[in-house]
Every structure is written in structure tokens, then in C-alpha cells.
């Protein structure tokens, strides 16, 4: 998405010649073997630590973390394997959605008229919005040391990243839909004047 934003904002000419069929089907097959790959190698790792004492998970989910706290044994593999994975696959992109849009604030606060610069950052707001939506609790999650996770805090934020931000999603890009912000104003604003009845 930081890519296609990128090049509609930042080179519009070109835009069907760069984001060509072959290369969204490129990104797409990276995407799912990154993940795949990272997954894979993180359970390999998991399922080997031997397991003693209270075989019950304090979590919602089966997060690695978690799953690395039951263990009896010396996680240091793990922890740092952990800690290389998630610096690659999660402040990698994190860096380059914000180098890219570093480029198209650039752009965009070169742009004369206003509506035009307003039109531009709205087409970027909503995945900006998204992208906040994953990375921040991700980052907290996986990024502090093992030794200050608390089950509470991540059973919390495990259970907001698969309850609370998929429906979001769909909900903050509709919002860039004129008649849905119009429907949302007018709902709003009936619920105002119920309340304040």
C-alpha cells in the first residue's frame, strides 16, 4: 500500500507502468512467504523446548512470547532469533512505509493549492491509520525484552490486534467515502440529541 501510495502521489505519470500486474503478483508472493517463512521458523524453534510444570498458557492466543515463557529450559536461541526476526520483518517495513511516506509529505507540501494538498493526505490518512493500527502494538509486543512481558499486558494487546483491528480496517477505508461520513455525521448527531435529552 506505501508503495502504491508512493508512486500515485509521487509519480502519477508513471504509475500504470510501475505498479504492473506482474510486479503487485511479486509483492503479494513475497508477502505471503515472508510470513509464512518467519512462522515456520519460529514454530520449528518453539516446539522443541521441552515444557515442565503447569502445561496452561495464561493467554488468549498461542503468541511466541507467551509460548517461550512456559518453557524450563534456556530460551536465549529463541529470544534472539525471536528479536532478529521481528527487527527484519517488522522495522524493515515499518521503515520503508515511513521512508515512503517521508517522500510523499515531501511531494505533497510542494503541491500550490490546498485542496490538492488536502486531497493527497487523505488518500494517505486512512493507511496510515491501519499501518498504526498493526505496527504499534506489534512493536510493543515483540520488541521489550522478555524479561518485562507481562501475560496481562500482552494477552490485552493479543486480543486487540485479532478482535478490535480487522473490523476497524474495513470501517476507517469506507471512511473516506463521502456518503459513509455524511451517514456517520448524521448517526452522530442523532445519538447527541438523544443524549442530551
Known amino acids: 500500500m506505501a508503495l502504491d501510495r508512493y508512486v500515485a502521489i509521487c509519480e502519477p505519470l508513471h504509475y500504470a507502468v510501475l505498479m504492473h500486474h506482474a510486479l503487485c ?9 515472508s ?30 512470547p507467551a509460548m ?16 532478529v526476526l521481528v527487527a ?8 520503508l512505509i515511513l521512508l515512503s511516506y517521508g517522500f510523499i509529505a515531501r511531494t ?13 493526505f487523505g488518500t494517505c490518512s486512512s493507511h496510515l491509520m491501519v499501518v498504526s493500527l498493526f505496527y504499534l502494538p ?4 515483540y520488541l521489550q525484552p522478555p ?17 478490535i483491528t480487522p473490523p476497524l480496517n474495513p470501517f476507517i477505508y469506507t471512511l473516506r ?9 448524521r448517526i452522530l448527531a442523532r445519538i447527541w440529541r438523544l443524549c442530551g435529552r
Open 25 to 33: 503478483q511479486q509483492l503479494m508472493a513475497l508477502a505471503w512467504l
Open 35 to 64: 510470513g509464512f517463512g518467519n512462522s515456520f521458523v519460529q514454530v520449528v524453534l518453539t516446539v522443541q523446548l521441552p515444557f515442565c510444570g503447569r502445561h496452561v498458557l495464561n493467554n488468549f492466543f498461542c503468541e511466541v
Open 68 to 83: 517461550i515463557k512456559l518453557s524450563c529450559a534456556d530460551t536465549a536461541v529463541n529470544d534472539a532469533t525471536l528479536a
Open 88 to 95: 527484519f520483518f517488522v522495522l524493515v517495513p515499518l521503515a
Open 108 to 120: 505533497v507540501l510542494r503541491i500550490q493549492s490546498s485542496k490538492g494538498r488536502h486531497k493527497a
Open 138 to 141: 506489534a512493536i510493543y509486543i
Open 147 to 163: 524479561s518485562s512481558y507481562s501475560q496481562e499486558q500482552g494477552k490485552f494487546i493479543s486480543l486487540f490486534c485479532s478482535i
Open 177 to 185: 467515502n463521502k456518503d459513509v461520513k455524511e451517514a456517520l455525521r
